[in-house]
């Protein structure tokens, strides 16, 4: 049990472009989401929390117009890469918490290149 | 504030050999504590955690105590194979109003030889 899918695991684009990159929670209904950016060989930074049906929550630092979360619902939240330029090119993953729940089970991630 | 510390690698191991991958942690309160395994190219998998003082998680043949007294979670495997190979990332959980935030060591590279 939950788990957590993402898609697509790898894209590549060109410099302008907007990405959108979905986070499914497959057999378990989730009221938070999170979205990290890992670099390589680096740990994990927090990007923002999304809560179903409302505005995520930014962390400092992060550009809210340029990832753009939605949290439609309590099994799909998606981030939104856009004008998308080389510096984002990045590994990204999305995480989800059970109802209640404290542990985060984490997406497979999505690998970003943009050219 | 919150954070979490752990030994740098990388870690290189033969088969067989005993493991531990060492982790302290800062943070007000009683956070929970996690291990989480990256494998390459993919997320990051629950590997174990403990919720409270003296509590001991395990899977797989690896074990971590939440030590208190010396902020400590240190992961340890008696015996390391091949397949082991990964990133071993230390967290701690904190509730805030948003929801669990997590707030992640740097991640040990593991090898095991053969």
């Known amino acids: 049990g939950a788990v957590v899918s993402q898609h697509p695991s790898r894209v590549i684009c060109k410099s302008g472009t907007s990405v959108k990159i979905e986070c499914r929670s497959l057999?378990?209904?989730?009221?938070?989401m999170f979205w990290y950016r890992q670099f390589p060989k680096q740990s994990l930074m927090l990007m923002a929390t999304s809560n179903e049906g409302s505005k995520a929550t930014y962390e400092q630092g992060v550009e809210k117009d340029k990832f753009l979360i939605n949290h439609a619902s309590l099994t799909l939240s998606t981030l939104t890469v856009t004008s998308a330029h080389p510096e984002d090119s990045s590994f990204y993953i999305c995480s989800a918490s059970v109802v209640g729940g404290e542990t985060q089970y984490f997406g497979p991630g999505t690998r970003l290149l943009v050219l | 504030g919150n954070s979490v510390t752990q030994m740098e690698g990388p870690v290189t191991l033969s088969e067989e050999a005993f493991l531990t991958i060492n982790c302290t942690y800062t943070a007000t309160g009683y956070p929970s504590l996690f291990w989480y395994v990256q494998y390459p190219g993919e997320g990051l998998q629950l590997l174990l955690k403990?919720?409270?003082?003296?509590d001991k998680g395990s899977n797989k043949g690896f074990e971590a105590t939440y030590r208190k007294e010396t902020t400590s979670f240190h992961l340890e495997k008696g015996s390391v194979q091949v397949s082991d190979s990964a990133v071993y990332f230390c967290a701690l959980s904190k509730r805030r109003n948003t929801g669990n935030q997590f707030y992640f060591g740097t991640g040990t590279s593991l090898t095991v030889i053969p």
């Open positions: 057999d378990f209904q989730a009221t938070t």
């Open positions: 403990a919720t409270k003082a003296d």
